[in-house]
């Protein structure tokens, strides 16, 4: 191999690594509808929705959670960071709750811009993006490095 096309790939490889860095450095912000009432949320309050614990916002209405993708880097991020597990932790205690019928797990979307859309059309709803993904049509309530 000469010496140019392995400086690229050496190249492309350390720009494909800083990718990675900066993508895992990325905010998470928790969403909801800007007409929710809650101008915050703590973590443990999050976390108590996301795991089943409860399913009450802060104004007292029925959360309706929306979850991202279990394939996605920021759904990890999400659960690490605000509830202390791994996902891994996270389905297995849903797989309880659910076996049980004590509790229906968040619904799953595809992306941050299809729970972006979900939160802005429901008043109950709350979600979790990157906190770049924050505009006019949702509120950030919570964000965490």
Known sequence: MNKSKLNKQVLAAALLG???ITSAAAQVAVIVNPKNPAASMTA???SNIFLGKSNALPSGGTAAAVDQAESAAIREQFYTKVTG???AQVKAAWSRLVFSGKAT????LANSAEVKKFVA???DAIGYVE???VDGS???VLTVD
């Open 121 to 123: 059309a429901n008043p």
């Open 131 to 133: 906190k770049s993904a």
């Open 44 to 46: 443990e309050q999050v």
């Open 85 to 87: 597990k791994q996902s």
């Open 18 to 20: 800083l990718g990675f």
């Open 105 to 108: 797990p968040p619904k799953e």
């Open 138 to 140: 949702v509120k950030a």
